[in-house]
């Protein structure tokens, strides 16, 4: 029930530090270390490369999981989109591990996908919210990602969740293989589940944003690079399905080779700045926007931020900054939609779960 709350999504929003702490209780043992499963351990470290399929957020949270994977545990991840990799399938290396990531745990295009890999014989995990759902049946192991249920339309919690427990597994990988792990993944995600609830105490400071910015606007862009492209891209996917605002990531090196030509006097344009090795290079993106008309916005973590930025992160863990900077965009979303009389819930022609291919 949404009690209080006058929408699902500001309480499943509002949900996010709660889970993150519910992911590390169940996922660490006694001495606080990092513990999955023996058997999904096992499969990690027999996989030569890792095949992350996925949908809409889940994708986004699988392009995040990537990285966490290849930095973390150096194992050679792949991406894809569920149903693109259906009828474009990639040469596929000699022993593959399949990750299927999804909320629902029912969407077709994903089970699509893992029907094919049962059949030529590889192994599959699920990381899902829906332990008993059709693809962790499916497939030989599953990790709950313990969210509880999400109703909103708009995918929130689940998002965080997904990629705080790819992290873990990444950790829980790296050390099977032997790797030195210098990242206390436990620590740090109690960290992100504090500096979320500061975030979700900043609803004032992102509702006048989301006024300011996109009250009246028929398009909106984000940009970052790294992992802040990727959480660009969830952004854009929230404040699309939720505000019907045409709205869309980009990578910023990519700007000038077409997309720059977009911008427009008083276009919005939402910069994420997280990332210290890319973080001047971003703010050489938002100038050049800036200077053909756009209207910026810079989301920067604290000690990367400059003065003028209009929203600052306090800081965590490098890995982890896209459980974090997400939480100001699923707000601004909320609020957009919100202010613009759209059904926040429950937006046109989307359904929960997508049981068609
Ligand atoms: O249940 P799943 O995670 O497999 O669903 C995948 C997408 O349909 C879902 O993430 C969709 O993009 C959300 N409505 C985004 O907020």
Do not use: W
Not at 22 to 38: M, R
Not at 243 to 272: C, D, N, R
């Amino acid at each position: 029930e949404k009690g209080t709350y006058p929408h699902y999504m500001l309480k499943e929003i509002d949900e996010q530090p709660l889970v993150i702490r519910n992911i590390i209780s169940k996922y660490q043992d006694e001495n606080g270390e990092v513990t999955l499963d023996d058997e999904i351990r096992h499969a990690m470290n027999a996989a030569d490369r890792i095949y992350i399929i996925a949908a809409g957020t889940s994708y986004h949270a699988g392009l995040v999981g990537k990285q966490l994977i290849e930095t973390i545990a150096k194992k050679p991840v792949e991406t894809h989109i569920a149903s693109e990799f259906l009828y474009n399938m990639p040469l596929i290396s000699n022993n593959p591990l399949f990750i299927f990531i999804s909320q629902s745990g029912e969407t077709a295009d994903s089970r699509g996908v893992l029907v094919n890999v049962k059949k030529l014989g590889h192994p599959a995990l699920t990381i899902t919210n829906v332990p008993g759902s059709t693809l962790s049946r499916e497939a030989d192991f599953t990790l709950h990602t313990v969210a509880g249920p999400e109703i909103a339309v708009a995918s929130t919690k689940a998002y965080t969740a997904q990629m705080a427990v790819l992290a873990l597994l990444a950790v829980d990988t790296a050390k099977a293989q032997g790797i030195a792990v210098e990242f206390d993944a436990i620590k740090e995600l109690s960290i992100v589940a504090t500096v979320m609830e500061a975030l979700c105490d900043q609803k004032e400071a992102l509702e006048k944003v989301a006024r300011d910015y996109l009250s009246t606007t028929r398009n909106c862009f984000f940009i970052g690079r790294a992992s802040d492209y990727y959480v660009g891209l969830e952004g854009a996917l929230k404040l699309k399905e939720i505000s019907y605002i045409q709205a869309e990531g980009f990578a910023g090196g990519e700007l000038k080779h077409g997309t720059i030509a977009l911008i427009e006097e008083g276009t919005p344009v939402i910069a994420l700045a997280t990332q210290e090795h890319v973080n001047l290079s971003i703010r050489g993106n938002v100038k050049e926007v800036a200077a053909r008309g756009a209207n910026p916005c810079i989301i920067s973590l604290e000690g990367l931020n400059s003065e003028n930025d209009q929203f600052i992160i306090p800081k965590v863990h490098d890995y982890l900054t896209p459980l974090v900077a997400v939480i100001p965009l699923q707000l601004i979303a909320y609020y957009a939609s919100l202010h613009r009389g759209c059904d926040v819930d429950k937006p046109r022609n989307l359904a929960k779960s997508v049981t068609v291919e």
